[in-house]
T-cell receptor
Framework: DADVTQTPRNRITKTGKRIMLECSQT?????MYWYRQDPGLGLRLIYY???????NKGEISDGYSVSRQAQAKFSLSLESAIPNQTALYFC??????????????FGDGTRLSIL | AQSVSQHNHHVILSEAASLELGCNYS??????LFWYVQYPGQHLQLLLK??????LVKGIKGFEAEFIKSKFSFNLRKPSVQWSDTAEYFC???????????FGTGTRLQVFP
């Protein structure tokens, strides 16, 4: 299922570097999300966007920024990476539904390691 | 604030055993409920969902879940697990009209032949 594509799939970088993770989708969905997954903590929402002009902070937005360049593209940036941002990052999309009842569709993830 | 609890962090079963994974949420209003599965090295996939209607919902691969409103629970069940069910299972909830999913911490299931 390549409907939600994340690049890169793996990245190793050094503390202080700026990093951008890309997400693109062919599903035509309005809504896009960025999560990070840490062992034992599940998935936590970083940022989300309901359309091109809409950006919202999630649960753990500090140290991150996003850009919704088009309906199909939503990128996540770490301005100055730090080791505790080492995690697995997922992008997800969903349709506009009734009362939030549409499931989210996930990309394959980006494994980010910060040394 | 909403929260989701999955009390079973790691479950180990033999093939053909029955499975029940617990999920409880804290929110007093109307909710949408989801179970996702993450097979090793893969992305999350939807197993099943509940929005309204029959509180017993059936999903893919023989999984089902029951919404018990009075207990704020949405437990996942499967009568007979297979080795291929080895994965991590996440319960997720969003309050009606919010589109923001809150995930539980996940349950790692290992099934041995």
């Amino acid at each position: 299922d390549a409907d939600v594509t994340q690049t890169p799939r793996n990245r190793i970088t050094k503390t202080g570097k700026r990093i951008m993770l890309e997400c693109s989708q062919t599903k035509g969905h309005d809504r896009m999300y960025w999560y990070r997954q840490d062992p034992g903590l599940g998935l936590r929402l970083i940022y989300y966007s309901f359309d091109v002009k809409d950006i919202n902070k999630g649960e753990i937005s500090d140290g991150y920024s996003v850009s919704r360049q088009a309906q199909a593209k939503f990128s996540l940036s770490l301005e100055s990476a730090i080791p505790n941002q080492t995690a697995l990052y997922f992008c997800a999309t969903s349709e506009r539904g009734t009362g939030g009842n549409q499931p989210q569709h996930f990309g394959d993830g980006t494994r980010l390691s910060i040394l | 604030a909403q929260s989701v609890s999955q009390h079973n962090h790691h479950v180990i079963l033999s093939e053909a055993a029955s499975l029940e994974l617990g999920c409880n949420y804290s929110y007093g209003g109307t909710v949408n409920l989801f179970w996702y599965v993450q097979y090793p090295g893969q992305h999350l996939q939807l197993l099943l969902k509940y929005f309204s209607g029959d509180p017993l919902v059936k999903g893919i691969k023989g999984f089902e879940a029951e919404f018990i409103k009075s207990k704020f629970s949405f437990n996942l069940r499967k009568p007979s697990v297979q080795w291929s069910d080895t994965a991590e299972y996440f319960c997720a909830v969003n309050a009606y009209n919010t589109d923001k999913l809150i995930f539980g911490t996940g349950t790692r299931l290992q099934v041995f032949p």
